[in-house]
Nanobody, 126 residues
Framework: QVQLVESGGGFVQAGGSLRLSCAASGRPFSISTYAASWFRQAPGKEREFVAAISRSGGSTYYADSVKGRFTISRNNAKNTVYLQMNSLKPEDTAVYYC?????????????????WGQGTQVTVSS
């Protein structure tokens, strides 16, 4: 059974940085065969796309709201996907989820993903 576990969330002041990790496990699962994304959901709002990365890591995609501040990357040898978040703003406060799907390229909608983590809280104070 595939499991995705996020970590790295926390409380940070505006302008600060956090690095989220999404560790995949479950045999014979290897995240190297999956495209992956990060989504986030703030209270009272729908889950929204943040960033995505292709299976090889050669293509990345970002929401306009995080472009230039967030970087998605992956280490397939470690079965892990990362989200480096810099210049954080209060509006980035949300639960962040990683997701994976068995394709070369990622999708931009939650419905396109088969596997989800449990989420990690990010809180940015002003």
């Amino acid at each position: 059974q595939v499991q995705l576990v996020e970590s790295g969330g926390g409380f940070v002041q505006a302008g600060g940085s956090l690095r989220l990790s999404c560790a995949a496990s479950g045999r014979p699962f290897s995240i190297s065969t999956y495209a992956a994304s990060w989504f986030r959901q703030a209270p009272g709002k729908e889950r929204e796309f943040v960033a995505a990365i292709s299976r090889s890591g050669g293509s990345t995609y970002y929401a306009d709201s995080v472009k230039g501040r967030f970087t998605i990357s992956r280490n397939n040898a470690k079965n892990t996907v990362y989200l480096q978040m810099n210049s954080l703003k209060p509006e980035d406060t949300a639960v962040y989820y990683c997701a994976a799907r068995d394709t070369v390229l990622p999708g931009l909608e939650p419905v396109e993903y088969d596997y989800w983590g449990q989420g990690t809280q990010v809180t940015v104070s002003s």
